[in-house]
């Protein structure tokens, strides 16, 4: 099994900036894919970020420019950076994990509340 706790949540005024971080433990070594997933109230969870054990990324179109993912093996953890936010980047956001050779996420965090003031 693997644990995965977020961290970095907070208020921000649209234009800011906030970083999460993500922390995995349990049986890391079998973790593959990690990403960010987010979920706004009344809205149905959608993926942020994801990126390979090798570091390959992909983006929502509506974040493209404006966050990062990053990762850390060495340190069982993946970040995730936010520039220029706004307020429709309100939600909650979760950190997610795949099994190695797998691209379906199924290890989760309990989730971050992101709110962005206008």
């Known amino acids: 099994q693997v644990q995965l706790v977020e961290s970095g949540g907070g208020l921000v005024q649209a234009g800011g900036s906030l970083s999460l971080s993500c922390a995995a433990s349990?049986?890391?070594?079998?973790?593959?894919?990690m990403g960010w997933y987010r979920q706004a109230p009344g809205k149905q969870r959608e993926l942020v970020a994801g990126?390979?054990?090798?570091?390959?990324?992909n983006y929502a179109d509506s974040v493209e420019g404006r966050f990062t993912i990053s990762r850390d093996n060495a340190k069982n953890t993946v970040y995730l950076q936010m520039n220029s936010l706004k307020p429709e980047d309100t939600a909650v956001y979760y950190c997610?994990?795949?099994?190695?050779?797998?691209?379906?996420?199924?290890?989760w965090g309990q989730g971050t509340q992101v709110t962005v003031s206008s």
């Open positions: 990126i390979t054990r090798g570091g390959l990324t």
């Open positions: 349990g049986s890391i070594s079998s973790i593959g894919n």
């Open positions: 997610a994990a795949s099994r190695k050779f797998s691209v379906t996420y199924i290890y």
